[in-house]
């Protein structure tokens, strides 16, 4: 479970300044170019740096966001290692992420206050590069809730052989009406054979009480039976208007 900030996903009480920071930002509009991708970045942190490490975050990623689009930020609660962030970011192409990171290595302002204080509290960085399904695009919730982020490993062969099998799958799930779908993403670079949903919930416990009504609607009975996926892993953000004024909106 990952903490969603709001720049836009970890479940908390807002009983500590880490609890209580949670980041997001969202951007909708026409649906993506065929260059278009999403970098997945994970981030584990020293337990006890974890505070400080959010801290210079908030008061320093719009040096970052100038650059490109956040499209979310999470810090992990439930659902896997604890002590990690978790953030997406949307790029034209590879040849835009290419000039954004050469941007960045120049840039001194981020480079001093951020990279240079936050480097030294991270234990572990990992990335994966996903696109949209051609189905899909990012939606925006209408208020804030918790987001889970739910991994399946697919069957060789690509969309064009599980794609619609798939999308019938989480369609059935949007029509029982508990949680609403964010956006799904084909693993390019990284795991292969991967595909990640992104959901929005009300809350945990919506969330719990929908998933049993789901496991008894028919139509999601119907299209679980289609299968030529397994899930391997659910992850659970909890989100937290913190960040909204330094960041502009653009919903991923």
Same mark, same amino acid.
């Given at each position: 479970m990952f903490l969603l900030r709001r720049f836009w996903p970890s479940l908390v009480a807002s009983t500590s300044w880490r609890q209580s920071q949670v980041w997001a930002s969202f951007g909708t509009g026409p649906k993506d170019s065929d260059g278009t991708f999403y970098e997945f970045r994970t981030y584990i942190i020293q337990p006890a740096k974890m505070n400080e490490f959010l801290k210079n975050t908030e008061e320093h990623i719009h040096l970052r966001t100038a650059h490109s689009e956040l499209v979310g930020y999470w810090i992990q609660e439930f659902g896997g290692?604890?002590?990690?962030?978790? @953030? /997406?970011?949307?790029?034209? =192409?590879?040849?835009?992420?290419?000039?954004?990171?050469?941007?960045?290595?120049?840039?001194?302002?981020?480079?001093?206050?951020?990279?240079?204080? =936050? %480097?030294?509290? /991270?234990? $572990?960085?990992?990335?994966?590069?996903?696109?949209?399904?051609?189905?899909?695009? /990012?939606?925006?919730?209408?208020? $804030? #809730?918790?987001? $889970?982020?739910?991994?399946?490993?697919?069957?060789? #062969? #690509?969309?064009?052989?599980?794609? $619609?099998?798939?999308?019938?799958?989480?369609?059935? @799930?949007? @029509?029982?009406?508990?949680?609403?779908?964010?956006?799904?993403? =084909?693993?390019?670079?990284?795991? %292969?054979?991967?595909? @990640?949903?992104?959901?929005? =919930?009300?809350?945990?416990?919506?969330?719990?009480? #929908?998933?049993? /009504? *789901?496991?008894?609607? *028919?139509?999601?009975v119907a299209a679980g039976e289609l299968r030529n996926w397994v899930p391997v892993q659910h992850e659970l953000f909890g989100v937290q208007n913190v960040l909204s004024q330094k960041v502009s909106v653009a919903l991923s």
């Open positions: 290692v604890i002590n990690k962030v978790f @953030h /997406i970011w949307k790029f034209d =192409n590879f040849a835009h992420r290419t000039k954004v990171r050469k941007a960045l290595a120049k840039d001194k302002e981020w480079q001093e206050k951020y990279i240079s204080r =936050n %480097l030294p509290f /991270i234990i $572990e960085q990992r990335n994966e590069v996903v696109y949209l399904v051609p189905w899909s695009k /990012i939606e925006k919730p209408l208020k $804030e #809730g918790v987001y $889970e982020l739910c991994t399946f490993l697919m069957k060789p #062969g #690509g969309p064009i052989l599980w794609g $619609e099998d798939f999308e019938k799958s989480v369609n059935s @799930h949007v @029509h029982v009406g508990y949680s609403k779908l964010v956006g799904v993403f =084909n693993t390019e670079y990284g795991a %292969l054979n991967k595909v @990640h949903v992104l959901w929005w =919930n009300e809350s945990a416990d919506s969330r719990a009480a #929908g998933r049993q /009504i *789901a496991q008894q609607d *028919a139509r999601v």
